[in-house]
């Protein structure tokens, strides 16, 4: 007589697009998927694919195991489960936010019975159970290694340890360069239409100068990290002059300069404290993060 082996489950909390992706990534991986969104109508489309629709948060918990969350920030988790019960269940906090209410979540959901992880997922929707994605994970190690084949589903989990804030951590670095490097593609924009020329002119260069940053990060991580900041290959002083050239710019086109006049005061910055011969990287400790910190 032939065993059958029961397909494994899962609960999708939150349906905006990210969730969506999530449920439908788990139906095409052959899991039985329980859904469940505050507002209705999201579920549509996985419904008609065969997930299932739970009346209530608390019942979608209590449908699996694993409940992965989808919100838009961790205050969400309080109100969409406040009154459900958490007892023996694991619940993955796909949602962005800062480390410390990763780790208020971590101990209001233990303080209910159950576990938690904190995962941030660096790919927009699109990219869910695609290869070459990819989701930093927090928490428990033997949580995260009872789970992990669920949640490498979803995209390459990598995983930072037990703190349940360094996913976000993680994440949360990874957005800073992420805005300020694709503001910047906005700002040159403005710039570039100010004089004539399209998106499609720039694009080319905008492409090479993304892929040259890579030697910068790699290049330099290991003299920063050992606190030498020599200006032997870029002073800081010329790096000011030419901070000062593309406010001047963009001045000059008309278009807003607020972001680059708060690049230029931080170099004119370190500049005035006697650094202009030094790296650039001595900005690093204007910023206030060149004392070394607790893990």
């Avoid at 570039?192 to 100068?209: E, Q, W």
Wanted: hydrophobic share 45%.
């Amino acid at each position: 007589m032939n065993q059958v082996t029961a397909s494994p489950t899962v609960t999708v909390i939150g349906l905006g697009p990210m969730g969506q992706a999530m449920a439908a990534a788990y139906l095409d991986a052959g899991y039985e998927v329980t859904v469940w969104n505050r507002s209705p109508g999201k579920d549509t489309e996985l419904v008609a694919r065969g997930a299932r629709r739970a009346g209530s948060a608390a019942e979608a918990v209590a449908a699996s195991g694993l409940t992965v969350l989808s919100l838009i920030d961790v205050d969400a988790l309080y109100t969409a489960l406040g009154d459900a019960d958490l007892g023996g269940r694991v619940l993955a906090n796909l949602s962005s936010d800062v480390p410390d209410k990763a780790r208020a979540a971590a101990r209001w959901v233990q303080e209910r019975g159950a576990e938690y992880l904190t995962g941030g997922v660096n790919v927009p929707p699109g990219g869910i159970g695609q290869e070459g994605s990819s989701i930093f994970v927090s928490g428990p190690e033997e949580v995260y290694a009872a789970h992990r084949e669920a949640l490498d589903v979803l995209a390459a989990t990598d995983y930072r340890g037990s703190d349940p804030g360094y996913a976000q951590l993680y994440y949360q670095l990874n957005m800073i360069m992420f805005w300020t490097a694709y503001t910047g593609w906005y700002q040159a924009l403005a710039v570039a239409r100010a004089n004539g020329l399209t998106a499609a002119d720039i694009v080319p260069y905008a492409g090479y100068t993304a892929d040259s940053m890579r030697g910068f990060y790699e290049g330099g991580a290991p003299l920063i990290d050992a606190d030498a900041h020599e200006g032997t290959y870029e002073r800081l002083a010329m790096c000011a002059a030419s901070v000062e050239h593309i406010l001047h710019t963009a001045a000059d086109s008309g278009v807003d300069t607020g972001i680059l006049a708060a690049h230029a005061d931080l170099y004119r910055r370190g500049v005035a404290a006697g650094f202009g011969a030094d790296s650039s990287s001595r900005l690093i400790g204007l910023l206030g993060a060149d004392a070394p910190r607790d893990r």
